[in-house]
């Protein structure tokens, strides 16, 4: 057969890391895929970079716009990130009739609607195994593995960055700020870490997900976002002293009325796989009707862990290139007139357990109001520990494990907490998942 | 598109489960496949209990050869299980120009290269997915996902049996025999338990992915093959002290000379995330060269986490079956003439660790001569342990850990320790794994 070619927009990182892989693993490849996978055309910035490590192996442009219109060009890969080159390239390849694999979550959870209406018109193929949770292959695993199940909820370590920083807190008791420095130091953290440690890019990946595994269109715009730069290391204490360790989530549920689509950061049981996953690994967590759960864990970033799933998605468009699209699996997992509109849930309206925090005097009758307050509006206490006060203090630390209730409840118990005049200061409230 | 027509054969646990799923998600599986997919004929010695189950939906008959000769039949989903009837009737259905699903591992591994020969003749698909950990989707990550990677070992919990046999055993201290006994009246075991418990299912489950991984044909009779009914929980105990899990594990390695082929007990790290892997639960994990080591975890066996396979591959060939058999997944990974002959290697040329225990007299120069003959072929110690003697005993325990080095060398060693006059009976040999 013939050589399937393919056009690379941007070699930095996983550019070259697909590059390379795609050399030194050649023979490899070509005898599972049955043909040739070659990167014909580089478009890069910098020329003389680009030039360096394709070795004068591979035309170099400056201009994307030489590879997205070329029609020796089967395959664009976009790897330039962020949102406006990167859309325009993208839809013009389509345009252009070419298939376009990318790594880009951000783009795809932003403008995917429109993205893929275009790849289903012009009858090519969106694929983006990179875009979430690097080289572990979940999408693949949702849309195929999984095709059999209705799927309830999938819960995901899906930034490596955070969880370095939870899983230094914990294991060395430092807290956020210092951990964020030598994540920076080491190379986990970006010089700009707002993305990550906010939980965006967890929630991009998170939105692409919510949309696999229920059949709903891409809606990060409704996703719940809260990242740890707000995280107490004593809570990371006191978690783990109850048996649980904090991680960083992403979470689509599917619910009664509406499916559950959130970010941030959650107590989970420390005899859960998942909640042993440390350092810069990630892991997702994925329960269905039929299977029950799964879990996939893996390299969430890096030049390599990344090019595996950009070239596993080139090898499966060479194999169905020749296919009519209808056959082939769809980006969004259902096909398009099988879609629907299950609302995304206000977090209002989400339903968890909740670690609550807070210090209040050592007198009779404290606790009385707090549990009277919780009883009040239904909320069912699960675990229960008070601190001894400091030598010489009057302030103790409680900590409330609650059962299941929603969102909206604790609010309002938190703000009737805050209110009793023994209670000192916020509460500090922290979800916690069973992941049962 | 017109529905997909399939014949069941066998309709007990499997069968009757991929029935259930796939009435119950129709909808769900329809939107994603694009099709229908019908299970129009089953089957059974048991008709009337195949027309309960199918409520009088489709035709039931007697005789498998009334399916694999149907023209009206598109895709044959065997569960008779076993080889010789499973076999002619595979056979015949892939002679009759159908494609086939599987979950015998048993049939595969013994004569997966006959079947999958036939099969790429005939330009049919044999597709096995729950064949090999159940639900877990683990061929498709292997086959597609990894696609990419030169992978270089595999190693998994893939008999869930065993696995909770092990898990039981320290838990609760308790020995072999009293644990399979609970596991065969919670079901976990058969009443005729050996396939799992000699480790002959582990090692058909292997001995595909061994295929799979390395483009070499499946070599069954290859296989090392050691089970868990020699294991004695105080060897459980000490590893655990050492801060080790036993494992029932089925190892595939790539090494220079050749491939490893091995299902046996191992000690591995209780801090990889893969020794946290309890009960029923299986769980593979794969090392590769671009992406680096991933983990696939889930349940292995049981009526639905079966079907949930059995069903991805049929909306697999659902998919591609109007699609030229060369654009399509090879069954076993790699192109038929891509595929390798690198031998297996045999056991005495493995390399691995090694846990030993010995019983010998308390006395001075015992140690020296042990070590000295570990020293004198090469054998590096690890770590070492030694139990103090009980009241009034003059016997003590001796463990130590080993780095690398082929079995061959540990056999020479054994042999020799077992002749020191201080050491007491036979020395007890689990090979140990680090999974780095």
Redesign the interface.
């Known amino acids: 057969?013939e050589p399937v070619k393919v056009g690379l927009l941007g070699i930095g990182t996983v550019g070259s890391?697909t590059w390379n892989?795609?050399k030194?693993?050649q023979a490899?490849?070509?005898?599972?895929?049955?043909r040739e996978i070659q990167i014909t055309m580089v478009a890069d910035r910098n020329v003389a970079r680009a030039r360096e490590i394709t070795n004068g192996e591979c035309e170099i442009v400056d201009d994307g716009n030489l590879i997205v219109t070329n029609p020796d060009i089967d395959i664009v890969v976009e790897l330039i990130g962020g949102y406006d080159v990167a859309k325009d390239f993208v839809l013009k390849a389509i345009e252009n009739g070419k298939h376009v694999v990318t790594a880009n979550k951000a783009l795809l959870a932003v403008h995917g609607n429109e993205i893929f209406r275009a790849a289903q018109e012009k009858g090519v193929t969106v694929a983006f195994?990179a875009a979430v949770a690097?080289?572990?292959?979940i999408i693949?695993?949702l849309?195929?593995?999984?095709?059999?199940?209705?799927i309830e909820w999938v819960a995901g370590i899906i930034n490596g960055t955070t969880n370095f920083i939870l899983s230094e807190m914990r294991e060395k008791g430092l807290d956020f700020d210092t951990v964020l420095k030598e994540a920076q130091a080491l190379g986990y953290a970006e010089a700009d870490p707002t993305f990550d440690i906010e939980g965006v890019d967890a929630a991009h990946k998170a939105t692409l997900m919510s949309s696999i595994a229920f059949?709903i269109p891409v809606q990060f715009d409704k996703a719940y976002i809260e990242g740890i730069t707000r995280l107490d290391s004593l809570d990371i204490r006191y978690a783990e002293q109850l048996g649980y360790r904090i991680k960083l989530l992403g979470i689509t549920k599917r619910m009664q009325n509406g499916i559950e689509l959130r970010v941030h950061p959650a107590l989970i049981p420390a005899s859960r796989?998942i909640a042993?996953?440390e350092g810069a690994m990630n892991a997702v967590l994925v329960n269905?009707?039929?299977?029950?759960?799964?879990?996939?864990?893996?390299?969430g970033a890096g030049a390599?862990?990344t090019?595996?799933?950009?070239?596993?998605d080139l090898?499966?468009i060479a194999?169905?290139e020749?296919?009519?699209p209808?056959?082939?699996?769809?980006p969004l997992?259902?096909?398009p007139d099988?879609m629907n509109n299950t609302p995304i849930l206000p977090m209002s309206e989400v339903t968890t357990s909740y670690y609550l925090r807070m210090k209040v005097r050592d007198q009779p009758g404290v606790l009385a109001d707090i549990t009277r307050i919780l009883a009040d509006l239904n909320i069912s206490i699960d675990a229960f520990l008070q601190k001894e006060p400091l030598e010489g203090e009057t302030l103790v630390d409680i900590i409330i494990l609650t059962h299941q209730t929603q969102e909206k409840n604790i609010d309002a118990a938190i703000g009737k907490i805050e209110k009793i005049g023994t209670v000192m200061g916020k509460v500090t409230r922290i979800r916690l998942e069973e992941l049962e």
Chains 1, 2 share one sequence.
């Open positions: 057969m890391g892989v795609l030194r693993n490899e490849i070509r005898g599972r895929a049955g195994e690097g080289g572990i292959p693949k695993a849309r195929e593995g999984l095709t059999a199940n209705r059949g796989l042993n996953v269905s009707d039929a299977v029950g759960p799964t879990l996939y864990y893996g390299k390599e862990p090019a595996s799933a950009v070239i596993a090898v499966d194999r169905v020749a296919v009519d209808e056959h082939r699996v769809p997992a259902f096909q099988a």
